[in-house]
């Protein structure tokens, strides 16, 4: 399962720690790290269990759960740069008054309205949530749709995509006879995700690579090594830095 499936599969207590317990490993639900169990690890000339140490990976990695969730994409939290904003002054612990003064918007009471909002939002969320869940035990015809890495640039349509039509399109693009060889790139948004997430897969995490490395690595599959590196930067799969010097999967993948 891939991190960004992981993060989206998880429950609301482990996405609230930050952190998957698995059989061997916590796994780190916001950039897809693994703590393998039973060692125990240094930091800063303490010595830490398993447990422990992912807590203080998310601390210095991603400062904290809350950091890295309101920092999301809007499309992808629901939320407007002013509630972001708002949340994360709330997060800080600021009282009404002082949040009046530094966004410098109605009044004391307009935040106490904001806050209000936001808590009819999460009883309507809450209810939502209990709703799907109880689909989940009666709808026999739902599909598995393609999940959402969290590092898309762009959340729209080209992910209504189950996972029977992305084997499909899989098959339909690349080669039998060369194996793995995609045919031709595909002009339609929701393939070229599917076939861009491919090529994402044939790359390691936590590893950079210099420009040459990586269109020695696409041109296993396909010739047009630069629509494809191009494009698996656009999508948010890899980044670089400005100079093309190097490149890397995206956290989370």
Known sequence: MSDSE????????????????????????LCGKEI???????????????????????LKAHHSVFDYLINLDKRLTGLTDHQKKLLDLFYQGKNNSEIQKEMNIGSVSTIRNHRFQFKERE????????LMEILKEKDQFAPVFLSLHKNAKIVDQRYNVTEEEK????????SKETIGH?????????????????FASDFKKNRKYD??????????????FVTIR???????????KPDGSQYWLKEGL
Request: glycine share 4%.
């Open 167 to 174: 084997e499909k399109i899989i098959k339909n693009f690349f």
């Open 36 to 58: 393998e169990k039973g060692i125990i690890y240094s930091d800063s000339g303490t010595l830490y269990e398993a447990e422990k140490f992912i807590e203080i990976h998310i």
């Open 211 to 224: 420009e040459k490395e990586v269109n020695q690595i696409i041109k296993k599959r396909y010739t047009d």
């Open 182 to 198: 995609l045919k031709a790139f595909p002009a339609k948004e929701k393939y070229k995700l599917i076939i861009l997430r491919e």
């Open 230 to 240: 191009r494009y698996l930067i656009e999508y948010g799969f890899m980044e670089r």
């Open 123 to 130: 009883r309507q969320s809450k209810l939502f949530l209990v």
């Open 6 to 29: 992981l993060f989206w599969n998880a429950s609301i207590t482990d996405l609230k720690r930050g952190f998957l317990e698995q059989d061997k490993y916590f796994t780190c639900l």
